[in-house]
C-alpha cells in the first residue's frame, strides 16, 4: 500500500512564522543531518518534531536529510516538506551505508555546529540543548546510552546485552573508554567533522568508531553525554549479520591505522617554518 502524508502533519510552523535570523540566505549555526534509509514512515513524525522545537530558538538552522539507496517513498517525502519549508534539504545517494550517508550530509551542512541525528528521534528533541552546550568545551560530542544520567527505556535485554558485548570489543580494539559509540546522536564543531569526515574510510555501521578513532589519534576533545534514549524495534540493525561486519571493521581501522591511512600530511620543513 502505498504510503499517504499531509504536508500540514509535517511542521507545525509555516514558513511565514519563521524570525528573519532564521531566513534560508543566512548562514545556519546548526546544520541536522538525518541519514534516512526506507524511512517515509518514520521521518514526517521527526521532521515536524525538530521544526516545531526549531522555530521556537534563537539561532538560524537547517535540516539535511540524506537518503541511501531508499526504495520506499522517503524521498518524496522529503521533496515535499523541501517544497514547503526552506530549512529541510535533500541529499539523494544511490548506494547504501549509513557512514556514507552521513558524510554525504556533513559535506553538505553549512552549520557552525553539526548534529547526526537518526530518523526515528530515539532521543527527546529537547535534549539537543545538551549537545549544543558541550561544544563550548569539545569538538565531538557523543550520545550515550551508558554515561552518568542515561537511561534506557523499552530495550529487550538480549539487544541490551549484544549492545554491551560489541562496545568491549571497540574499547579492546579502537576507542578504551568510550562506553556508547553506536548511539545515532553526535555533535561536531564544523572544523572537526570537516576533518574527520575528510578522513573516513568506512561506510558502514562501523564508521562511528573510526571517526572516534580519528578524533583521539588527532588529539581532539571529545565528551560523552548521558541521554535519555527509546528503543525502536523498527531498527535497521541486523543482529549478527551486522555484527560481523562491525567486528571486520574494527579490524580493518587498526590495519589501516598501521598502515599510516590515518596520518596527517607531513609538513615540508620550509613550509613549517613559514619559508
Known sequence: MAFTYNLSHFCSAGRQ???????????????????ALNEAERLP???KSLCSYLSQQQYAWEIIVVSNGSTDETEQVVKH???AHSHVHLVVLKDRGKGRAVRAGVER?????????????????ACLEDFLRLTHDADVVVGSREAPGARRYREPWHRHLMGRVFNRLVQALAVPGIEDTQCGFKAYRR?????LFERQTLTGWGFDVELLYLARKHALRIRELGIPWYFDANTRVRPGIDTVSMVWELILIRIRDARGVYDLPR????DALGR
Open 17 to 35: 512564522t519563521f524570525s528573519p535570523m532564521q531566513s534560508a540566505r543566512q548562514v545556519p549555526h546548526l546544520s541536522i543531518v538525518i541519514p
Open 267 to 270: 609538513v615540508p620543513a620550509e
Open 109 to 125: 551542512a553549512r552549520g557552525d555546529l553539526i548534529f547526526q541525528c537518526d530518523a526515528d528521534l530515539s532521543v527527546p528533541v
Open 191 to 195: 572544523e572537526a567533522a570537516h576533518s
Open 81 to 83: 516538506l523541501e517544497a
Open 45 to 47: 513524525a521527526s521532521i
